[in-house]
């Protein structure tokens, strides 16, 4: 909630891939595989809002191109046998009849005999199949194997295929005889798929995803089913990573901007006054507050966790460590450890406001805006007149869509106390989000005029001039907010985010990618955990085909995520670049087709 400001622009970040998507899949062959698949991912994985009608859209394109015969074709294995050959020619059978050989004769036998008899077990294994007889049809299949001079890969799938509708079907087998398929046949798409099944049924998943993929380009992008597969499993490995990655890693604080503007969005209040005789960890306390004031988080987190191990000698003092310490706890995703802070610390201090409004933010993070607004009305019954309360309610109702209550709400809080300047931007842009213009832009230049050594005013309404497509304006706001970003007093934290911006409206107005790719790495000098610019270049370096650049960015995209849909998103892109990556180095003859098959899904 307070931390929409920084999302704002991951948000935008986002919606500018799926803009530019045109863009994105023209490009150097290698790089438009790459692309083309992960645009499509990621406009699916996008949550709510945008990100399914793309899908549908996408899938109608996809649709045009299918072949009428397809529906015939979809039917699953376990429905009804799908072979390569279905009807056996009654000739065949006869043939196969009595065909049961020792080693010995069947290297007697000239190769072309030994040709034929193969394809008549082929054949009688295929009508075995068809009655579901599928142990019969697997043992014809391998005498076919054994018979044959040239084993063909069909014989192997074939085989597969009885293994997979065994009860219990018998997976690892069909493994075995898949790769064999593909040793004589790397695009044999059929045994991909089986290969691809098979391997997700043990869950092996990111080798099913190394298939689908390939069978999914192989295919152009045509079986609707395999490109499903390929999503489903994708989502899988990316979602299990993320609960790997969460459950294993060190709980670290996001990047500094991201904690800057969480802290920004509370009004700071004076240090608390110490008690009389004052402990060891009241001393730390106040040293903790400190650093918090001076910016330095990462002292000022171990600071808080020191004093309340050493013990605060008084309530309001323990009541503010905890708020402290639970504020730190959220900020590193332990949500259940934040709230647990913030109720003791209500309970030791039910008229701090400020608290009240972060459980409700806690109760956000937990998807309960019931809960949350009860906070705030509490919060109210305590201190009817703390501008934070108005101003966090005001968040809520925004991303909730409610940008008639949210300006009101941010309305009462620059009532409250005009100095904060978050107020006055967010209820311009919720003037603007609800379709007051002019309100909206007379609100930001009062705010412009109000703050002239602040960088957000110039930062947000550059947002909301690119958002107009007015480029050079917008650019003009960028440069102003980072002229005075540079020119504040170090040390940091230097808010990067007006930056990345200007690289975003570079791109659209020019489709200057350089300028564009420039500016990000200026963003990363100044901050380098700035997650929109590392999630800008990586989008900007698949573009350009610098697929390891896209990668590291990746990587590092999912180390900065702060929350799971942020680390999920990452992941995505990260899986599906990599499959994708690795299907171009298994077919690097398929660079070409690629690019034409991109083209022609625009
Ligand atoms: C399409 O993909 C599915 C799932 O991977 C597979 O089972 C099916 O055989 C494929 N269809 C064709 C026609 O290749
Ligand atoms: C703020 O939002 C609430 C809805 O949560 C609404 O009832 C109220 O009228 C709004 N305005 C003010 C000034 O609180």
């Not at 503010?320 to 003791?344: C, I, P, S």
């Not at 602040?454 to 960028?478: I, M, T």
């Not at 698949?542 to 697929?547: A, E, H, R, S, V």
Request: charged share 25%.
């Amino acid at each position: 909630m307070s931390s929409s400001t920084s999302q704002g622009v991951v948000e935008r970040v986002q919606s500018f891939v799926s803009e530019n998507k045109r863009a994105v899949l023209i490009g150097a062959a290698a790089a438009v595989v790459a692309i083309g698949g992960v645009a499509y991912y990621a406009s699916t994985s996008r949550g709510p809002g945008g990100g399914d009608a793309e899908k549908g859209e996408y899938k109608k394109d996809k649709k045009k191109g299918s072949k009428s015969s397809k529906k015939r074709k979809t039917v699953k294995d376990a429905d009804g046998p799908i072979l390569e050959e279905r009807s056996p020619r009654v000739a065949d059978v006869a043939e196969a009849e009595d065909v049961k050989l020792s080693a010995e004769e069947i290297v007697q036998m000239p190769d072309e005999e030994r040709t034929k008899v193969a394809a008549s077990l082929k054949a009688k294994g295929n009508g075995a199949y068809q009655q579901r007889k599928y142990s019969i049809a697997a043992d014809l299949y391998t005498r076919a194997i054994e018979v044959t001079p040239k084993p063909e890969p069909v014989f192997f799938s074939n085989r597969a295929a009885c293994y997979v509708n065994m009860s219990p079907p018998q997976y690892e087998k069909v493994i075995e005889d898949c790769d064999e398929a593909l040793k004589l046949d790397a695009s044999y798409v059929k045994a991909l798929n089986r290969r691809a099944t098979a391997l997700e049924a043990l869950e092996r998943v990111e080798e099913a995803l190394r298939d689908f993929t390939a069978a999914t380009i192989l295919d152009k992008f045509q079986n609707e089913s395999a490109a499903q597969s390929t999503e489903r499993v994708l989502k899988k490995l990316a979602s299990q990573k993320v609960q790997e990655i969460l459950s294993s890693r060190d709980r670290h604080l996001p990047s500094q901007t991201f904690v800057s503007a969480y802290f920004g969005a509370f009004r700071p209040r004076p240090l608390p006054q110490l008690p009389e005789n004052p402990s060891q960890g009241d001393h730390t306390l106040i040293l903790s507050l400190e650093a918090l004031a001076a910016s330095d988080y990462t002292h000022s987190l171990t600071l808080v966790n020191e004093a309340v191990e050493q013990g605060i000698s008084w309530d309001a003092g323990k009541a503010e460590a905890l708020n402290l310490r639970g504020t730190y706890k959220f900020l590193m995703t332990d949500v259940t450890g934040a709230k647990e802070d913030f109720l003791a610390s209500i309970e030791l201090q039910p008229s701090l406001t400020q608290t009240w409004v972060k459980i409700a933010s806690v109760y956000m993070e937990q998807g309960d805006p019931k809960k949350a607004f009860e906070c705030f009305e509490e919060a109210i019954k305590h201190n009817a007149d703390d501008p934070d309360i108005y101003y966090h309610r005001g968040q809520v109702l925004f991303i909730m869509n409610e940008f008639a209550d949210a300006a009101e709400n941010y309305t009462k809080s620059t009532e409250l106390d005009d100095q904060f300047v978050f107020s006055h931007i967010q209820l311009a842009v919720a003037q603007y989000k609800s379709g007051n213009l002019a309100n909206s832009m007379a609100t930001f230049r009062r705010t412009l005029k109000g703050f002239p050594q602040r960088s957000e005013p110039q930062n947000y309404y550059g947002e909301l001039l690119l958002d107009q497509q007015r480029f050079e304006d917008a650019v003009d706001k960028f440069d102003r907010a980072i002229e005075i970003e540079l020119s504040r007093p170090k040390p940091p934290p230097v808010n990067a985010l007006p930056q990345v911006n200007k690289g975003l409206a570079l791109y659209q107005w020019k489709q200057d990618i350089g300028a564009a790719e420039h500016c990000c790495q200026e963003a990363l000098k100044i901050d380098p955990e700035c997650e929109a610019a590392v999630a800008t270049l990586a989008q900007l370096s698949l573009q350009q085909g610098k697929i390891d650049v896209a990668m590291e960015m990746f990587e590092k995209q999912a180390s900065l995520a702060r929350s799971e849909p942020e680390l999920m998103n990452a992941l995505t892109y990260q899986f599906a670049t990599k499959a994708q990556v690795e299907f171009m180095t298994r077919f690097p003859e398929m660079a070409n087709q690629m690019s034409q098959i991109a083209r022609s899904m625009m």
